[in-house]
């Protein structure tokens, strides 16, 4: 059973800066696909950044430039660098995981959706 825990969300002024951070508990053997998303009030769930195993990364456009998506395969870890928040950028910022691969038996891995709870974030 898959679980995910984000951390790091808190209140900023225009400018400053967050890290928030992934971390899967469960299937200790997976190096996982993982995403970050965010949902404002009133407003649908939207992409933000995803990185899969082998470290291509997607940005959505208004995070390019400004977040900056990574893992840490030691610590199976996700990290969301966020530079010059804006206040529009408000929102709950949720993990998602949606693959496990397995690099030493490749026939343990498989996909699958997880989300996290979500780690709030406030620009001002």
């Known amino acids: 059973h898959v679980q995910l825990v984000e951390s790091g969300g808190g209140s900023v002024q225009a400018g400053e800066s967050l890290r928030l951070s992934c971390v899967p508990t469960?299937?200790?053997?997976?190096?996982?696909?993982m995403s970050w998303y965010r949902q404002a009030p009133g407003k649908v769930r939207e992409f933000v950044s995803g990185?899969?195993?082998?470290?291509?990364?997607t940005y959505a456009d208004f995070a390019e430039g400004r977040f900056t998506i990574s893992h840490d395969y030691m610590q199976k870890k996700s990290f969301l660098q966020m530079d010059s928040l804006k206040p529009e950028d408000t929102a709950t910022y949720y993990c998602?995981?949606?693959?496990?691969?397995?690099?030493?038996?490749?026939?343990?891995?498989?996909?699958?959706?997880?989300w996290g709870k979500g780690t709030q974030v406030t620009g001002s």
């Open positions: 998602k995981v949606t693959r496990c691969t397995v690099p030493s038996v490749p026939s343990l891995g498989g996909s699958l959706e997880v």
């Open positions: 469960g299937r200790p053997h997976c190096q996982w696909d």
């Open positions: 990185i899969v195993y082998g470290g291509t990364t």
